[in-house]
């Protein structure tokens, strides 16, 4: 009965003992060193710096979006596939907006002939009919002057009264009234449409194609393409790099939404290996180190490394060793360095340990 009752609490006091001395050990010794996952360099060196590192293209990965959800219609394109800048990618379904996209170009059209028809004023066909109604009026008009005349000279003789020259007078006038207002109709004619006809119907031709570029624009964004990524301080083409499809995360009928990635694309003709140091040991850090990449597991290949540059912000350090007194809430200095050309065996997102050195008596 006494060991039933007693045995218990005096193995937990000793396991509760065991775990004291146990941490304070841990905690009053040093970090134990954790070994590389590869061999060192071979070469007669001095490694002054180890780390981590991941390929990566020379553009870095690109994750292609779209900026308006919707449904997939058609992907165009497969993984591995080389595409070239502008290249269409995906389809998103957009039968109203293409609908719409016709109605605008149909309104244009439409203002765009009424502007025409504005240009173009006079017809040619209405001209002759104007101007042979002004060689009526002309005509008719000479014949009242010629009336009014002999009238005139009839009533100087008392031959006829005064009413009768007057009415013969007016009549003339009416007449002479006519001829001017044919004359000013052909003149309005020949002189075509008026100016401000012109820039009134200019300005409704520009609304339409205002209209109609904001229909294309929302079609266009559901029009997703490879982007055009030129690399710096190199002579490229024109149109940028061609891209090579790393991922595809979409399906013809499957939703795409602003926040995914539709696919992953990178330019492969030059890799890179994105090398994380921790912020523990910058000091050792200097762009003039040479440095190496070595692959891991059997077969393992060294590479020579070249210095690119260095992202100057640090990120949280995403790669922990293990150690129980390791820091999870350490960053990690990025640098960039290039692969040579023999190294396009290896592929996007592979690991590999980086070292940084200088050479004995170096």
Not at 3 to 26: D, S
Not at 265 to 274: E, M, N, Q
Request: hydrophobic share 40%; proline share 6%.
């Amino acid at each position: 009965m006494r060991l039933i009752r007693f045995g218990p609490p005096i193995v937990g006091a000793c396991m509760f003992a065991f775990a004291l001395f146990h941490v304070a050990k841990v905690s009053e010794g040093e970090e134990p060193r954790t070994n590389p996952p590869g061999q060192l360099p071979l070469t007669e060196v001095d490694v002054e710096l180890a780390g981590s590192g991941i390929v990566e293209p020379a553009t870095e990965t690109v994750q292609v979006g779209t900026p308006v959800a919707g449904v997939a219609g058609v992907v165009d394109v497969r993984q591995g596939e080389v595409v070239d800048p502008g290249k269409v990618l995906v389809r998103l379904n957009a039968e109203e907006f293409e609908a719409d996209v016709r109605v605008k170009k149909a309104l244009l059209n439409e203002q765009n002939a009424k502007l025409a028809r504005l240009k173009a004023q006079p017809r040619p066909e209405e001209l002759p009919a104007v101007e042979a109604r002004l060689a009526e009026a002309k005509a008719l008009a000479l014949d009242q002057k010629e009336q009014l005349d002999r009238n005139t000279a009839l009533a100087s003789r008392g031959a006829i009264g005064v009413e009768e020259l007057r009415r013969r007078e007016l009549t003339y006038l009416a007449y002479q009234s006519k001829q001017k207002a044919v004359e000013g109709e052909l003149e309005l004619l020949k002189a075509g449409a008026w100016k401000y006809d012109l820039q009134l119907q200019q300005s409704q031709v520009a609304s339409a194609e205002a209209h109609l570029a904001e229909s294309q624009a929302e079609l266009d964004r559901r029009t997703i393409r490879a982007p055009i990524i030129r690399l710096h301080g190199e002579k490229t083409a024109e149109n940028g790099e061609k891209l090579t499809v790393l991922q595809v995360n979409v399906r013809p009928g499957e939703q795409a939404r602003p926040e995914m990635a539709l696919m992953l694309l990178g330019g492969l003709r030059k890799l890179h290996v994105r090398a994380d140091f921790d912020e523990n040991e910058l000091g050792k850090f200097s762009p003039s180190l040479e440095g190496e990449a070595r692959t891991r597991g059997k077969n393992s290949q060294t590479y020579p490394l070249r210095f690119v540059r260095i992202d100057p912000y640090l990120v949280p350090k995403s790669a922990l060793r293990g150690a129980a007194t390791e820091r999870v809430d350490s960053r990690v200095l990025q640098v960039i360095y290039q692969l040579p050309a023999n190294a396009a065996s290896l592929f996007v997102g592979q690991q590999v340990d980086v070292f940084l050195y200088r050479r004995a008596g170096g």
